[in-house]
């Protein structure tokens, strides 16, 4: 019901920084949540970002806090994650995902998302 197509990966030196984007289609509520995840080779696909659609509950793995950053575009229904001082532990693949309004607060697990995008690599390079 809805599709995400991510975009803006690539590979770049520790300290840069790449934008992402997803392309968002279908249908969409305020109470939507929209997520970042990403996954290393050989690691769990772990938790990045999420906001509300509104662009309210806005949340953020400690491991990103004050690097990372996830908007959404109302005009072009596109959802990013701005990515400052990259690590090389921030290589993975990073997948965005969409979720039915829930009553919790936070969605922060794979399993509480309906829909995904298939993915855009990112590689930092030491």
């Known amino acids: 019901q809805v599709r995400l197509v991510e975009s803006g990966g690539g590979l770049v030196q520790a300290g840069g920084s790449l934008r992402l984007s997803c392309a968002v289609s279908?249908?969409?509520?305020?109470?939507?949540?929209v997520a970042w995840f990403r996954q290393a080779p050989g690691k769990d696909r772990e938790f990045v970002a999420t906001?509300?659609?509104?662009?309210?509950?806005?949340k953020y793995q400690d491991s990103v806090m004050g690097r990372f950053a996830i908007s959404r575009d109302n005009g072009q229904r596109t959802v990013h994650l701005q990515m400052n001082s990259l690590k090389p532990e921030d290589t993975a693949t990073y997948f965005c995902?969409?979720?039915?309004?829930?009553?919790?607060?936070?969605?922060?697990?794979?399993?509480?998302?309906?829909?995904w995008g298939q993915g855009t690599q990112v590689t930092v390079s030491s």
């Open positions: 995902a969409a979720a039915l309004p829930r009553l919790k607060s936070y969605l922060t697990l794979a399993r509480e998302y309906d829909d």
């Open positions: 279908g249908r969409t509520f305020s109470a939507t949540s």
């Open positions: 906001m509300r659609w509104n662009g309210d509950n806005i």
